[in-house]
């Protein structure tokens, strides 16, 4: 089961979640001061391909997390934050109206976690 719909998510939109994401992440590394995003971007890519099996995390509690880790997550929500939020909810919705496979669009729904906060959480 588990195969079946890693491959029904690729051919539904993981293909281009991993395509999206790796393009933008090659065009923040070209500056220096988006190396960091770039690579939390090529992260996500991975978790485009396929999201099932993967538990997120945060990668700290809340007391013991770092100032750059909440001024990166601060500065991620405008430009690239909100549009992948835009993205994975869209795409969620139009998984859950069409009927085409309803834990397609959960797990669109728990990527907006991931995409929101990137910095505070991560993925296993």
């Known amino acids: ?3 079946w719909r890693s491959l029904i998510w690729f051919v539904f939109g993981g293909w281009t979640l991993w395509l999206l994401y790796t393009l933008a992440g090659i065009v923040l590394c070209l500056s220096l001061a988006g190396i960091p995003y770039g690579f939390k971007l090529f992260t996500l890519s991975w978790m485009g391909i ?28 405008f430009p690239w934050g909100i549009m992948a939020f835009i993205i994975h909810v869209l795409c969620a919705t139009f998984f859950m109206v069409t009927f085409v496979r309803r834990d397609l669009g ?16 991560d993925f296993k």
């Open 1 to 3: 089961m588990d195969s």
């Open 106 to 121: 959960g797990e669109h729904l728990r990527l907006v976690a991931l995409t929101l906060q990137p910095f505070l959480r």
């Open 50 to 77: 396929n999201p099932f099996e993967k538990e997120i995390s945060d990668r700290a509690p809340p007391l013991r997390r770092g100032f750059p880790d909440e001024f990166a997550t601060i500065i991620w929500m």
